[in-house]
């Protein structure tokens, strides 16, 4: 059974910054393309961004470009969402999820809540 | 950005009945459209892929439809664990999805 656990969400300060991280089993991580998706509350799915198996390709929504970065830990089995210069229309739900490559997404975490407030 | 307009907003229904949910594209995605459902506190499932491709475990009373820039999601025989949120994804160009659509007892 594949699992996808996030962890990370927290209360931050704008202009603050936070780490998500979201664990897979039950698969061979390091095949597969990853991402991040998010849900701010009463709006629909956006998708954040994503990273390709050995960290070479990474793609950013024009909404996160030069404050988020996402990487890996291959041996760890591990996903990372760097948040910096965060902003109150930040606040959301943050999936992590393995990516088809330019499709859809196959297995989800259940999310971790970050709210951007002072 | 393509936007995806799903409708009805909420669907009441019974078990045992049928469900038909509308994805609507903003332009054509061809056949680059995923369903999910999703259900409070837990983990989105990925459901249909390639418009009409079920997912893996998923089972034969979920089917989807259409191309191009009309999609619909078909839930035969309603079971109680399948009252939660749809929504569709398409991948065309880049990945946007809909607000979803609640099925609900």
């Known amino acids: 059974e594949v699992q996808v656990v996030g962890s990370g969400g927290d209360l931050v300060q704008p202009g603050g910054s936070l780490r998500l991280s979201c664990t897979v089993s039950g698969l061979t991580f390091s095949n597969h393309w990853m991402a991040w998706i998010r849900q701010a509350p009463g709006k629909g799915l956006e998708f954040v961004g994503n990273i390709n198996q050995d960290e070479s390709v990474k793609n950013y929504a024009d909404s996160v470009q030069g404050r988020f970065t996402i990487y890996r830990d291959n041996a760890k089995k591990s996903l990372y969402l760097q948040m910096d210069s965060l902003r109150a229309e930040d606040t959301a739900v943050y999936h992590c999820a393995t990516d088809v490559r330019g499709g859809s997404f196959e297995y989800w975490g259940q999310g971790a809540q970050v709210t951007v407030s002072s | ?105």
């Open chain 2, 1 to 105: 950005e393509i936007v995806l307009t799903q409708s009805p907003g909420t669907l009441s229904l019974s078990p045992g009945e049928r469900a038909a949910l509308s994805c609507r594209a903003s332009q054509s995605v061809g056949s680059s459209l995923a369903w999910y459902q999703h259900k409070p506190g837990q983990a989105p499932r990925l459901l249909i892929d390639g418009a009409s491709n079920r997912a893996t475990g998923i089972p034969d009373r979920f089917s989807g439809g259409g191309s191009g820039t009309d999609f619909t999601l078909t839930i035969n025989s309603l079971e109680p664990e399948d009252f939660a949120i749809y929504f569709c994804q398409q991948y065309r160009i880049w990945r946007t999805f809909g607000r979803g659509t609640r099925v609900e007892i």
